[in-house]
T-cell receptor, first 111, second 113 residues
Framework: GQQVMQIPQYQHVQEGEDFTTYCNSS?????IQWYKQRPGGHPVFLIQ?????EVKKQKRLTFQFGEAKKNSSLHITATQTTDVGTYFC???????????FGGGTRLMVKP | EAQVTQNPRYLITVTGKKLTVTCSQN?????MSWYRQDPGLGLRQIYY???????DKGDVPEGYKVSRKEKRNFPLILESPSPNQTSLYFC????????????FGPGTRLTVL
């Protein structure tokens, strides 16, 4: 079945440093979504990428979808303590209705 | 307020005692699903439902049942819970299977002794 791998599993950064998490799928995806889960909270939808090579920005967050639609990344510029949480990617196969989630990257930011 | 609700939020039970976790959404969404979250494994889909009376297995359906008799409700049933079902469970919904944004409930932390 489809597998979605996400690295790194954990990342400690100093406030103000940049952060990137990477997502790789074993199969070509129809689209990929990103979610953020604050400690003790539930996942919250951030964005969806659909097109090959697509890049989207939300303030300090930049999301990319690979040309082959098998990988994606989330980059945060100048992290803040409010960025703390676990970031998940979730991919949907072309012929499926299920979202397969990556294992998540837990971001910790030191003030 | 548009939301997904789950009950109970916390539950400690014993092996073999049947339990139901309820899930309800007020957004008239067609698609609903259940996930379990375990450390290092992310969110794994248990069951999903494309619409009323239409359900299908996800990646980890063993030991679980679901039903979708009404559009707004999607209960998760554990007929004979076992300790390996100790986990954090999330219900989620979205407008349609192919629609992007998925809304998650607050989660149910289940411990099976």
């Amino acid at each position: 079945g489809q597998q979605v791998m996400q690295i790194p599993q954990y990342q400690h950064v100093q406030e103000g440093e940049d952060f990137t998490t990477y997502c790789n799928s074993s199969t070509t995806l129809s689209n990929i979504q990103w979610y953020k889960q604050r400690p003790g909270g539930h996942p919250v939808f951030l964005i969806q990428l659909v097109k090959s090579g697509e890049v989207k920005k939300q303030k300090r967050l930049t999301f990319q979808f690979g040309e082959a639609k098998k990988n994606s990344s989330l980059h945060i510029t100048a992290t803040q303590t409010t960025d703390v949480g676990t970031y998940f990617c979730a991919g949907r196969q072309k012929a499926g209705n299920m979202l397969t989630f990556g294992g998540g990257t837990r971001l910790m930011v030191k003030p | 307020e548009a939301q997904v609700t789950q009950n109970p939020r916390y539950l400690i039970t014993v092996t073999g005692k049947k339990l139901t976790v309820t899930c309800s959404q007020n957004m008239n969404h067609e698609y609903m699903s259940w996930y379990r979250q375990d450390p290092g494994l992310g969110l794994r889909q248990i069951y999903y439902s494309m619409n009323v009376e239409v359900t299908d297995k996800g990646d980890v359906p063993e030991g679980y049942k679901v039903s979708r008799k009404e559009k707004r409700n999607f209960p998760l049933i554990l007929e004979s819970p076992s300790p390996n079902q100790t986990s954090l469970y999330f219900c989620a919904s979205r407008e349609r299977a192919t629609y992007n944004e998925q809304f998650f409930g607050p989660g149910t932390r289940l411990t099976v002794l």
